[in-house]
């Protein structure tokens, strides 16, 4: 039984691990687009770079309060929710972006169709589901687990009980056998 809640306790904590992955974002290059970030107050967003990680900003209370990369076009704006507003993405927006030094969204830019062809557009700021398939692939084999385990229980402790005999019938048996062997 111990084992049994050591091992959903480990499978819990991997499942909240999965939970707390990060967002995939899509958006055609032009367009604006908002990254969301779970934190009050302060935050500071910084985007992946190849040597390492590039603060944009700090912002507090939904206003910046230092701007750390160049931004001559003002591109760079953030929500009263804290969450940072890129306006006019290009390629070179594609990245990871960190909030308060949490990996927040993976933005992917793509590239927009040719003047005069339409094209489709890619899923709008949709989260990653395969956490949330982890997590209820993980509850469902603890569930599975917990199952077992009181299937097996059961199934025993209902032998034991048909296997019982008072002692006066064993002494009874016994008795017997070595008598008609006699």
Do not use: H
Not at 34 to 52: A, H
Not at 126 to 151: E, H, T
């Amino acid at each position: 039984m111990k084992l049994l809640l050591l091992m959903s306790l480990l499978i819990y904590s991997s499942i909240q691990t999965a939970q707390t992955g990060i967002f995939s974002q899509s958006e055609t290059e032009g367009s604006n687009i908002t990254l969301g970030c779970g934190n009050e107050g302060k935050v500071v967003w910084t985007k992946g770079t190849d040597r390492g990680t590039s603060t944009i900003l700090t912002a507090e209370d939904g206003e910046i309060t230092q701007r750390l990369r160049p931004d001559p076009e003002n591109r760079y704006s953030v929500l009263t929710d804290l969450s940072l507003v890129i306006r006019s993405v290009s390629l070179s927006d594609s990245g990871i972006y960190y909030c308060n030094s949490a990996p927040a969204v993976n933005l992917t830019v793509n590239p927009a169709p040719p003047a005069g062809k339409g094209g489709d557009k890619p899923e709008e700021n949709q989260p990653d589901r395969k956490g949330l398939w982890i997590a209820l692939i993980g509850v469902g084999g603890v569930v599975l687990l917990a199952l077992a385990s009181l299937s097996i229980k059961t199934y025993f402790s209902e032998r034991t009980e048909d296997c019982e005999m008072p002692y006066d019938d064993i002494y009874t048996t016994i008795e017997y056998a070595t008598s008609s062997k006699a």
